[in-house]
């Protein structure tokens, strides 16, 4: 436990951001006296496919930097919502709570642009925990901590082309963000020579499971991916079958899901020493095997940590210089807040954390496991720190 607290520690002291600006119309003071709260967007169901084990990652975070309190600045409290209430009115209530950030653990894309649309008229941090995030939600306040899918193009792309696979189909969900990775896969599967895909929105499972095709990428949310591979085993389709990144690998570990590939950012490997340490530290806590530790729940995690990390920086009494000027400022805003997390390098569990300037994640590595015997198996991991491949 002592060496994971200290990684804790480590990751917010290598935070590196600079604060600048001076808020906006829509920006609020977020300190209520000797407190500060970070909200959440969640599902409370065990029920929901990931969301309620973002919430286990982000519940675990909080009540660990509570213990640590580094510095005793400030408490740092949760506001947690469920996401099936009205996102208007959950909206309405985190802003009066002068929320710092709000973490999103969303499982659709009309679910991740509602988010939005209720905080459009303030400069609230929005931090998502969702694939759909990834490029339909264009908004200077979101950040994204999910794969992009121009890592996950490419990653799927060389484990085919390395398999030496020449023809496959890509099946993929009728929106923009699916349809986009759709024609990012396929552009860089077909960059090599002799190989063809057969890219649909419209799909007959029968025809494609008794087809020519040597692999199927599907391509969609959760339950999207999960309605398509049922499909085609029902069809007995032989050939091998990935989806796109999974954060719930506990709910494909049966017979059903058997054989099936996917995409991770957040499996058992001993070269992540930290996401090792919590792998261990959060399965004793929580008394579950390490196996059943999943990417969701170091997300939330993470996620919690990220914005904890950026509140650490401002000091009991904040002092950053206002831009333009030589006043002294004495409150934190949300935009500043906004501005040190866009701004960090993060150590998170899951990997370095930093985004670009469209909010996205600079992935450094992702994996392609298996489920196998009704187990997740990792089988290659996609190194970007070196801009080469394991």
Do not use: R, W
Request: net charge negative.
């Amino acid at each position: 436990m002592k060496k994971f607290i200290a990684i804790v520690l480590l990751s917010v002291l290598i935070l590196s951001f600079v604060l600048t600006g001076c808020g906006s119309t829509n920006s609020y003071a977020i300190k209520n006296e000797n407190v500060i709260t970070i909200g959440v967007i969640a599902s409370q169901s065990e029920e929901s496919l990931y969301s309620s084990k973002v919430l286990d990652g982000i519940n675990y975070a909080s009540e660990l930097a509570s213990i640590v309190n580094m510095n005793g600045k400030y408490s740092i409290m949760l506001s947690v919502h469920d996401i099936n209430g009205n996102i208007s009115d959950i909206a309405s209530d985190l802003i009066n709570d002068k929320v710092a950030a709000v973490i999103c653990a969303t499982e659709s894309k009309a679910k991740s642009e509602e988010i939005v649309k209720a905080f459009d008229d303030y400069d609230t941090p929005l931090l998502f925990v969702d694939c759909y995030s990834n490029e339909v939600i264009n908004d200077e306040e979101s950040f994204v901590l999910s794969v992009p899918y121009s890592y996950q193009a490419s990653v799927a792309a060389s484990y085919f082309t390395n398999e030496g696979y020449k023809n496959g189909t890509v099946i993929y969900a009728d929106d923009d963000y699916s349809s986009a990775f759709a024609d990012l896969f396929t552009n860089t599967f077909t960059s090599t020579e002799g190989t063809n895909i057969n890219k649909i929105s419209e799909y007959d499972a029968q025809n494609i499971a008794s087809g020519n095709s040597e692999f199927v990428f599907i391509i969609g949310d959760a339950e999207y991916s999960n309605n398509v591979y049922s499909d085609l085993k029902f069809y007995e389709a032989k050939m091998p079958v990935m989806i796109s990144e999974v954060f719930n690998k506990s709910f494909y570990e049966n017979t059903e899901f058997n054989d099936m590939l996917y995409i991770s950012k957040f499996e058992s490997d001993v070269n992540n020493y930290i996401g090792a340490d919590f792998y261990s530290v959060f399965s004793t806590t929580k008394g579950i095997n390490k196996d059943d530790v999943t990417a969701a729940q170091a997300y939330g995690y993470d996620a919690y940590m990220l914005v904890y990390g950026a509140l650490m920086g401002f000091g009991s009494s904040y002092s950053a210089v206002s831009e333009g000027t030589d006043t002294q400022k004495n409150e934190i805003t949300t935009t500043d807040v906004k501005t040190a997390i866009s701004e960090i390098v993060h150590l998170g569990v899951t990997d370095s954390i930093n985004f670009d300037m469209s909010g996205l994640v600079n992935t450094n590595f992702v994996y392609v496991s298996a489920i196998q015997n009704s187990q997740s198996v990792m089988i290659n991991k996609y190194d970007y720190t070196n801009e080469s491949t394991k």
